[in-house]
């Protein structure tokens, strides 16, 4: 089935014009340079590090522009345990949305999110690195809400629900402190919201299905899809992202995706994710 190019939203375009955008492996990276800036703030001679590094708008505008970049690598904790704690969670999260989104998309995620921190530091004064992280474990959240991780490493709890309590926490935070705090954690969450966007669109009712002249005969796919399992040993549906069947995982849920030319099948983890295929 055929669509125009302007059926497609401006992140999906991108990507699919600059397949090699980005960096791979960004969020080890990140963690890494975390890892050594909370290291190196241990010793007595460094102590000043981060005072050197952080977020300030009046001091960038006395010329310390390195700031700019700088921030990034400014911990959410220097505590030994939680210093590592946070560079993990960072950089397992990093790694599920970019497996997930692929490198192009991932690093255009974090780059607008630290432009968008920036623009939001430079009007308030101060920004921090902390929120476009949390926008990571948000983004992971909404594809994979019932996925269960161990809280305390001992608690077992959907993911859905460890996002919303890291909202309602800041929200919380914002009443006792006041609105600076939900300031500050504005420009991530747009970003998240923007990169988010198509699912939240079907959620909330308002995306509409387009009418199109041709429609996919999808009894048509099936005869080819059984067709296919007598040829490959036997599974009837393959996931053209990630290459899971129906053997691998009897319980998985595949569709068909209308807005792809040609019978292309998803699992339910990527139907809603991932980029359309395009004969023309």
């Known amino acids: 089935m055929m669509y125009r190019n302007d059926h497609y939203g401006p992140i999906d375009r991108f990507c699919a014009k600059h397949p090699r955008f980005g960096i791979p492996n960004l969020a080890m990276y990140i963690a890494i340079g975390q890892v050594i800036v909370g290291v190196l703030s241990l010793l007595p001679a460094l102590r000043q590090l981060p005072a050197w590094l952080i977020f300030s708008r009046s001091a960038i505008l006395h010329g310390e522009v390195w700031r700019l970049v700088t921030f990034l690598l400014i911990p959410s904790s220097f505590n030994p345990f939680y210093l590592l704690l946070g560079c993990y969670v960072v950089y397992w999260t990093g790694q599920m949305l970019e497996r ?6 991932f690093s255009l995620f974090y780059l607008c999110g630290v432009a968008l921190s920036i623009l939001g530091g430079m009007a308030l004064g101060s920004t921090s690195i ?25 608690l077992p709890i959907k993911m859905k629900w460890l996002a919303l309590l890291d909202v309602a926490l800041i929200l919380l935070e914002g009443l006792e402190s006041g609105p600076f705090v939900i300031l500050l954690a504005l420009p991530s969450f747009i970003n998240y919201f923007i990169f988010t966007w198509p699912f939240w669109s079907m959620k909330l009712g308002f995306a509409r299905r387009r009418a199109d002249p041709q429609v996919i ?5 099936q005869r080819q899809a059984q067709k296919k399992a007598k040829e490959t040993g036997g599974y009837l549906h393959k996931c053209a992202v990630c290459g899971l069947t129906d053997q691998d995982d009897p319980n998985m849920e595949f569709r068909y995706c209308s807005k792809c030319d040609g019978y292309y099948c998803y699992c339910a983890n990527h139907i809603n994710n991932h980029i359309h295929i395009r004969n023309d």
């Open 100 to 105: 997930e989104w692929g490198t192009a998309r």
């Open 130 to 154: 902390y929120y476009i992280h949390l926008s990571f474990f948000l983004a992971i959240a909404t594809m994979y809400s019932e996925m269960q991780v161990l809280f305390m490493f001992v």
């Open 217 to 221: 005969n999808f009894k048509k796919a």
